[in-house]
């Protein structure tokens, strides 16, 4: 059972970045998955999930600017982040509804000119 994400990096303010979860089988199909992130000194926020049938749900500050997207054959959940803001800078972490959360290792952004 694994969630591995990456994809994160050093990006200008505007700019873009698009995060991967790989999953193992068992923790993907038909599974709710999203993504959380925590920046530094603050409470971790659920930023975007996405159902096992593809309904998704993206918290204010990311609507418009996010899109969340699962590739069932590869077992993969995606990120696209667009106009970049510097309050954007977070570890980005995906997780699994498995009866509970499960977690993966998380992936540092960082939006700094």
């Known amino acids: 059972v694994q969630l591995q994400a990456s994809g994160g990096g050093l990006v200008q303010p505007g700019g873009s970045l698009r995060l991967s979860c790989a999953a193992s089988?068992?923790?993907?199909?038909?599974?709710?998955m999203g993504w959380y992130r925590q920046a530094p000194g603050k409470q971790r926020e659920l930023v975007a999930r996405?159902?096992?049938?593809?309904?998704?749900y993206y918290a204010d500050s990311a609507k418009g600017r996010f899109t969340i997207s699962r590739d069932n054959a590869k077992r993969t959940l995606y990120l696209r982040m667009n106009s970049l803001k510097p309050e954007d800078t977070a570890v980005y972490s995906c997780?699994?509804?498995?009866?509970?959360?499960?977690w993966g290792q998380g992936t540092l952004v960082t939006v700094s000119s």
């Open positions: 089988g068992r923790i993907f199909s038909g599974k709710t």
């Open positions: 996405i159902t096992g049938g593809g309904a998704t």
């Open positions: 997780y699994a509804w498995i009866g509970y959360e499960y």
